[in-house]
């Protein structure tokens, strides 16, 4: 089992920065891949950028130039750094992490709790 803790969300102006945080903890394998997602109601939760385990990133087309996605490696935490946020960004943001092991087939997955991102003025 992976335990994930996000943090970071909250009421910004369009234009301000956030950074979200997804701290795992539990039975973390060597081959990981951890994504970014957002929902707003009535939607399906759309990928935002992801991480790789050797460092590639990838992003929506909406979000790339502002969105930066990293990860420390040391804390088993990945971030997503959020700048010129627009209000079409608001969303409820989730952490997905897929783990496994060197030369498994076998991926488990975990989905954060989700944390609230507004942006308005």
């Known amino acids: 089992q992976v335990q994930l803790v996000e943090s970071g969300g909250g009421l910004v102006q369009p234009g301000g920065s956030l950074r979200l945080s997804c701290a795992a903890s539990?039975?973390?394998?060597?081959?990981?891949?951890v994504g970014w997602y957002r929902q707003t109601p009535g939607k399906e939760r759309d990928l935002v950028a992801h991480?790789?385990?050797?460092?590639?990133?990838n992003y929506t087309d909406s979000v790339k130039g502002r969105f930066t996605i990293s990860r420390d490696n040391t804390k088993n935490t990945v971030y997503l750094q959020m700048n010129s946020l627009k209000p079409e960004d608001t969303a409820v943001y989730y952490c997905?992490?897929?783990?496994?092991?060197?030369?498994?087939?076998?991926?488990?997955?975990?989905w954060g709790q989700g944390t609230q991102v507004t942006v308005s003025s």
């Open positions: 997905n992490w897929k783990t496994r092991r060197v030369g498994s087939v076998t991926s488990y997955m975990y």
């Open positions: 539990g039975s973390i394998f060597s081959i990981n891949t």
């Open positions: 991480i790789i385990t050797d460092g590639t990133t």
